[in-house]
């Protein structure tokens, strides 16, 4: 299986609303449009997208979906904190079927999920997403199913100059 994960875009500040209520500003909003029209330049094409249910990875996950006409489904394990690695992988069970899956969520458990997948560990290395930054990784074979190798980042920028 290949999984990209993917950072939402710019979000609103913390303050006056709640966390879990900050929306994309119109700048994060236009930029994760061109990222996603340069994720399909390199042919980006998961199966589905499954998105945490804070409001601004849901944004993000719409944005994609929408430009690239991929179905997107609230996966709750993709929310913040406590955030366990172990978790979010176990909750793709029911997906097991599919090649590619796209996840969308946050920092620092993006990285914290991408550690635990190349090395076994959430602190086994540090991983840093920018905002709309996407990875892909893929599930190696054999006995290390429960391992995955880094086979593309792409950084905000690079994604909205294809």
């Known amino acids: 299986m290949r999984l990209y994960l993917v950072r939402h875009g710019i979000a609103e500040d913390h303050h006056p609303i709640s966390d879990a209520q900050r929306a994309l500003t119109p ?3 236009a930029r ?3 990222q996603a029209r340069g994720l399909g330049k390199m042919r980006f094409r998961p199966d589905i ?3 945490s249910p804070l409001r601004r990875a849901l944004e993000t996950a719409t944005i994609i979906g929408g430009e690239l006409g ?3 489904e609230q996966l709750p394990e993709l929310g913040q904190g406590p955030f366990m690695p172990a978790d979010v992988l176990a909750a793709l069970h ?4 599919l090649k590619e899956i796209a996840l969308v969520g ?13 090395t076994g560990s959430a602190s086994g290395c ?4 920018k905002k709309g930054a996407v990875a892909c990784l893929e599930q190696l074979s054999g006995d290390m199913q429960d391992r995955y190798a880094l086979i593309w980042s792409m950084p905000p920028k690079a994604l909205r100059s294809l």
């Open 49 to 51: 997208i499954l998105t």
């Open 94 to 97: 029911p997906y097991e079927g």
């Open 70 to 72: 991929i179905k997107v």
């Open 126 to 129: 540090d991983i840093e997403f």
């Open 106 to 118: 946050h920092q620092p458990g993006l990285g914290e999920l991408a550690a635990f997948m190349l």
């Open 32 to 34: 994760m449009a061109e």
């Open 27 to 29: 700048k994060g909003r």
